[in-house]
């Protein structure tokens, strides 16, 4: 069985700091994969809104996520409090990749890396739509 690797960038763009409640936990006691996905939703959404935005209007349009890839390297405990790191790579005249990287806050235990696809979507017309030229301008992206 062939493993996703995913490498991550050398420097982060954003942090933000997620703790993990018992209804995170699975029966086997640690991080449940679903719930994963609904803390990485959560840190994306932080960080969209640092940058000033709300996903449904990102200078006029909205954003959906395309793909998504993940690889665990830990488990993840109640009570644990996990800093999700993030930054911006890999664009084309449509989005981006959203690298992100979850670490135990207490020890710097890397828990889980992996992207996200953006997916800029004009939802009036149901469609992508290009990547608004202020939005790249605002997080440094390639003209």
Do not use: C
Request: proline content about 3%; overall charge negative.
């Amino acid at each position: 069985m062939a493993r996703i690797q995913i490498h991550l960038p050398e420097h982060f763009a954003f942090a933000t700091e997620v703790p993990i409640y018992i209804t995170h936990i699975n029966k086997a006691q640690h991080l449940d994969n679903s719930a994963l996905l609904g803390l990485l939703s959560e840190a994306r959404v932080r960080y969209f809104r640092a940058l000033g935005y709300d996903e449904l209007d990102v200078e006029g349009v909205g954003i959906v996520i395309a793909d998504a890839a993940l690889q665990y390297k830990s488990e993840a405990f109640h009570g644990e409090v996990m800093v999700f790191s993030m930054a911006p790579a890999d664009f084309n005249k449509y989005g981006f990749d959203l690298m992100w990287q979850m670490a135990d806050k207490a020890t710097g235990r890397e828990v889980a890396r992996g992207k996200l696809g953006i997916l800029f979507f004009d939802y009036s017309a149901k469609k992508a739509a290009l990547i608004p030229d202020a939005f790249k301008a605002k997080i440094g992206a390639p003209a």
